[in-house]
Every structure is written in C-alpha cells, then in structure tokens.
C-alpha cells in the first residue's frame, strides 16, 4: 500500500511542477489545459478502493465518525482518500493556474500560491480568490475598453 501511497502523490507532481516552475512555457498551459492530468490519481484511487469499496459505500451514504474511524483503519482507505485529496487539489490548482493565466496574474504572485494550494488547499482557494479580484479577466477588461 506504500508503494500505491507514494505513486498517487508522484503522479500528480510533475503537472504541479509545470504549473509552478514552467508557468510560461507554450507546453505547460497545453497540458494543464487536458482535464486528463487528473486520470494518474484517480486510478490509483480506483485501484485502492476496490478492496474496500463495500465499506467506502456505507461511509458515504450513511456517514457516522465511528463508521470513518474504522474504515481509516485499512490502508486501501488512506490511500484512496490520499489519491482523492490530490486529484481534487490537482483540479483547483490547475483551474487557478489556467484562470491565472488568462487574467495575467504575474507567475511569481501565483507560485506561492500555487504551493500553498498543494498542502492546504482550503487555504489556497481563498487566497487565490481573494488576488483574483485585482485582476479582472482580460475579455472583461476588452469589453470595459470597447464601451460595450
């Protein structure tokens, strides 16, 4: 289950590493752009919950804190809930990074951000949603311009 622990977070890391690194790069927007970045982690999901799909079914349709605690007690549900956490934060960083782009928020602004988001997401959201009011999309910008 390690191995399937650690694949989920490598499998998520060089879309992360494009966003932050590469933000400019022609390559890194054409990639992040394909909703298909999220696949890698959703697998390992699937392959993780499979065992205990059963268990995972009860947790969310009945939901109870004793019924959590014990299904976190088998590793298949740590994993999956790993791989889970990391395809969702995947999915708000790379609409971040892409919504980032089109308003021209400078990458140096968004690469901490960016980074925030990986390891606190609820946190990072926000942040990201409060420094996206200074910068207004670039089509609205036009619009305000043209008079329209």
Known sequence: MSTLF???FYAVV???ALMIVAPTWSWSRRIAESPLILLPAL???AVAAVPVFGELWAGVTQPTLAGWLAFFTDDN???LVWAQVLAWDL???RWMYLDS??????PLLMAPILVFTILLSPLGLPLY??????FPAREEVS???SGA
Do not use: Q, S
């Open 6 to 8: 650690n694949l989920a």
């Open 14 to 16: 060089p879309f992360w």
């Open 43 to 45: 697998v390992v999901w």
């Open 77 to 79: 549900a740590v994993v």
């Open 91 to 93: 999915f708000i960083g």
């Open 101 to 106: 782009r089109d308003r021209g928020v400078h």
């Open 129 to 134: 949603l409060l420094v996206r009011l200074g």
């Open 143 to 145: 619009r305000v311009g």
